[in-house]
């Protein structure tokens, strides 16, 4: 994703702020996923979730290194945005198994490219060091064929999922304003930066919805 966010660096969190929210997604994303492998229908499911789930826990455990090299308590770091993730992991949870996985699959990639965006706005060492945080490609892909293949073998799921889908953009992006702090104040320099990017995670969302022939 290539575009100019330099007017939110002074809303973006020091580089310590951005690592415990990573840290804290990633350990979020490890628990669902752990969580779902129970209730997969397919072996192979349980061992692709398996796999991603232990993704998660080695980005969430990258995160919570950078943060004792700069010598900062990681669980403290994390603590301070936990309620804030907490609540928008609440309103984004799945009523079931499909659900659940489309969630998973479309708010951290809608949180991975969001976050791709703003770490060059960080310095050199900070964004090097917390880029590989954000490496779900492998994920991305296993969650992918899990779903085609549950909505193959349910034809009726489609539109739900697809109401779903659409329902559940709309509260990763309000998480990705309130990083920035432009969830309830105007910036218009910050504003029209982050609506540019806000442009791109859409159509990024809308490719992945179209990828799994889910209407966007």
């Given at each position: 994703m290539v575009t100019d966010a330099s007017p939110l660096a002074d809303r973006l969190p020091a580089?310590?702020?951005?690592?415990?929210?990573?840290?804290?997604?990633?350990?979020?994303?490890?628990?669902?996923?752990?969580?779902?492998?129970?209730?997969?229908?397919?072996?192979?499911?349980?061992?692709?979730?398996?796999?991603?789930?232990?993704?998660?826990?080695?980005?969430?455990?990258?995160?919570?290194?950078?943060?004792?090299?700069?010598?900062?308590?990681?669980?403290?770091?994390?603590?301070?945005?936990?309620?804030?993730?907490?609540?928008?992991?609440?309103?984004?949870?799945?009523?079931?198994?499909?659900?659940?996985i489309l969630t998973v699959f479309l708010t951290s990639g809608i949180l991975h490219d969001f976050y791709e965006a703003v770490l060059p706005l960080l310095d050199e060492a900070d964004r090097t060091a917390l880029a590989p945080t954000i490496d779900d490609e492998e994920s991305q892909q296993a969650l992918h064929e899990i779903l085609v293949t549950a909505i193959e073998a349910n034809h009726g799921s489609g539109d739900r999922l697809a109401m779903w889908g659409r329902r559940l953009v709309g509260d990763a992006l309000l998480a990705c304003r309130r990083v920035v702090g432009l969830a309830d104040v105007h910036d218009e320099a910050a504003d029209d930066a982050l609506d540019v990017i806000v442009s791109e995670l859409t159509a990024e969302h809308s490719r992945r919805m179209n990828a799994l022939g889910l209407a966007a």
């Open positions: 580089a310590a702020g951005v690592a415990a929210r990573i840290a804290y997604l990633q350990l979020l994303q490890f628990q669902e996923l752990s969580a779902l492998v129970t209730e997969a229908p397919a072996l192979a499911d349980k061992q692709a979730l398996g796999r991603s789930a232990g993704l998660a826990l080695e980005r969430h455990e990258l995160a919570c290194a950078y943060l004792e090299s700069a010598g900062l308590d990681p669980s403290a770091q994390m603590k301070r945005i936990a309620a804030e993730v907490d609540a928008f992991a609440t309103r984004v949870v799945g009523r079931d198994w499909n659900e659940r």
